[in-house]
């Protein structure tokens, strides 16, 4: 058997069967990773041990019984270490709790299993970010995976993990599944409880899933989803069954392209299957629709300033004083805060906190942050008009496909703006998907291109639907990599 | 507004961050470039424009002052660099 190959729903109907049990999928999922994990660098960890005793236990009735799910290194689950791929939590952290997330999908019967190496704090597009270990593309091992979430878009696009959890702040769900082949989404801000995540940008910040198909999408944010009293920014909304629409088609949908988005800079490769995709779409009966996004270059700009200053407050909590790293050398209360954060933290998370503090210090913030927010409210806005015209908004994922090692990770200002599609649904807190679309041939490799289907507050259904119609009419999601 | 002069040793002390000369120059030339970016922001007029700190309006949740299980002392101090009995261990902080 090789059931690491398998999405959920095809392991759901094999386990409701009989024909195989929770403790076969672990155990070939175990052994694809000891396989395949040194070389792609997905997983910092992993407790089989555990894993199997709770698949042992798994109620194959709940509807994600006997599944295992690979969760991204900064979502805390009970008795497991959660690094966020820094040095600071490596090796002196254990989660003394399970988060939100984990609770519900362990309700639905699935089994943590596996911690996913991500940008230290969620910070960086490449992976690269991780003070802990290298991640590879399972495309072309010498290139990087996207990020934040490059261990969780890695191990699902090579097939060393049946789905996983990832988080997304501007981008880091959408845009390393666009890069890896696998679908990324990035659910309403508010859906799903952020309790147990490490908090890096709380206003933007949401938990994710990364699948091998759209279904499994839907299937894994059913039971991500509600209100929970210990994250007061979730919303009290119902939850439909994501599932229950994705075969209705698309017929009369109308789907808009914002001309701000097809912009140079693009890669062929990327403005061509985006192209395509989009005429696909048309022949499956949507319709498509010019739009205007007017505030779409203010979306970096604004997400620079907004992220960090929240990043700067948030990790004002790592002071080596109730967990994580705390220096040995002797000195004041400052010198021990000063020398820990700098001891503790990589070059990037300094940048971000010093840039965050930087725009909200005294003299700075009427200049960059309050300005920041007014900016935010207008791309809010942006999207408000458009979604009166549309139903879903189209643009690739990624403005390139999967950049080399070591390509753009010295260049931060170039880093960021690979997020520049996906980052204005972090502002507007909108639902976004992105599902495979194409390939790029480079120096005689397939690299994965994807598609970004914005919908409107709380309409991940529409977007679900619209993905499955496409995904199921085309091949992408079938293509496997050589690893 | 033309980017102003980073005075990266104040930043990096509010920022609870101890800096090498090299790390001060690398990261005051770095925020530079990236706050001459966020300029942009400028080609645009915002004023007038509400301010947004999340993308949708967020409101107080308030619950009854009743106690909720929480961590035991045990587990609350389990990751804790230096403890004491049932207390986190600082350093000296009076005079």
């Known amino acids: 058997m090789n059931l690491a190959n398998e999405s959920i729903t095809s392991l759901r109907q094999r386990l409701v069967a009989k024909e ?7 155990t070939d999922l175990a052994k694809a990773i000891e396989a395949r994990n040194p070389a792609l660098g997905s997983y910092l960890s992993i407790d089989v041990e555990a894993a199997l005793k709770e698949a042992s236990t798994a109620d194959v009735s709940q509807p994600l019984g006997g599944i295992p799910i690979a969760i991204k290194d900064n979502i805390n689950v009970t008795g497991q270490p959660c690094t966020c791929g820094s040095k600071f939590l490596q090796g002196t952290y254990t989660a003394p709790y399970d988060a939100t997330s984990i609770v519900q999908l362990r309700a639905a019967g699935a089994v943590p299993m596996g911690r996913l190496n991500m940008d230290e704090f969620a910070m ?8 802990l270990g290298v991640t590879r593309n399972p495309w072309d091992l010498e290139r990087v995976p996207g990020g934040s979430s490059g261990g969780s878009a890695s191990s699902v696009g090579g097939h060393i993990a049946i789905a996983a959890l990832g988080s997304d702040t501007g981008g880091s769900i959408r ?18 409880s ?24 839907a299937l894994l944010l059913n039971h991500l989803c509600g209100k929970d009293s210990r994250d007061s920014t979730t919303l009290d909304e119902s939850v439909p069954d994501f599932t229950s629409g994705l075969k209705s088609g698309i017929k009369g949908l109308r789907i808009g392209l914002p001309k701000e988005y097809f912009i140079e800079g693009v890669h062929p490769a990327v403005s061509a299957a985006v192209a395509a995709a989009t005429k696909h779409f048309e022949s499956l009966g949507a319709e498509i629709v010019g739009v205007s996004l007017p505030h779409t270059d203010c979306g970096v700009a604004t997400y620079y300033v907004l992220a960090p200053a929240e990043a700067s407050a948030n990790l004002a909590r790592f002071d080596g004083v109730r967990y994580g790293h705390r220096t040995a050398i002797q000195g004041d209360l400052l010198e021990h805060y000063m020398n820990t954060r700098a001891e503790g933290f990589g070059p990037e998370v300094k940048r971000r906190i010093l840039l965050g503090t ?3 210090s005294s003299g700075y913030y009427d200049a960059y942050y309050l300005k920041a927010q007014r900016a935010r409210t207008l791309i809010r806005q942006d999207f408000e008009k458009a979604f009166e015209q549309v139903d879903v908004i189209l643009s690739p994922t990624a403005p390139s496909p999967a950049h080399k090692l070591g390509e753009i990770s010295n260049d931060p200002l170039k880093m960021y703006l690979e997020d520049v599609f996906t980052i204005a649904a972090n502002l507007a807190g909108l639902p976004a998907i992105s599902v495979p679309c ?19 507050h709380l309409d991940e259904a529409t977007i679900l639907r619209a993905a499955y119609a496409y995904e199921q009419s085309t091949d992408w999601h079938k293509a496997k990599p050589s690893i | 507004m033309s980017t102003p002069t980073i005075d990266i040793h104040r930043i ?16 005051a030339s770095q925020l530079g470039k990236i706050l001459d970016y966020v300029n942009v922001l400028e080609k645009h007029d915002l004023s007038g424009v509400e301010p947004s700190a999340h993308a949708r309006p967020v409101f107080d949740v ?34």
């Open chain 1, 20 to 26: 195989i049990t929770p403790t076969d999928i672990v």
């Open chain 1, 124 to 131: 960086g597009s490449t992976t690269e970010n991780s003070a």
């Open chain 1, 175 to 192: 845009q390393p599944a666009s890069l890896c082949g696998c679908v990324g989404l990035k659910p309403t801000y508010g859906r799903v």
């Open chain 1, 194 to 217: 952020r309790y147990g995540l490490v908090a890096f940008a709380s206003s933007l910040d949401q938990i994710g899933p990364l699948t091998k198909t759209v279904e499994d999408s």
């Open chain 1, 358 to 360: 930087y725009v909200l």
């Open chain 1, 438 to 456: 194409g390939f790029a041939d480079e120096g005689g490799k397939k690299l994965p291109v994807g598609l970004q289907l914005v919908g409107p």
């Open chain 2, 12 to 27: 990096a002390t509010l920022s609870r961050l101890k800096l090498t000369d090299a790390e001060a120059d690398q990261y």
């Open chain 2, 62 to 95: 308030w619950r009854e002052d009743v106690a909720m299980p929480s961590f035991s002392c045990e587990e609350a101090l389990a990751n804790a660099p230096r403890k004491s009995g049932d207390q986190f261990m600082i350093g000296k902080v009076v005079e």
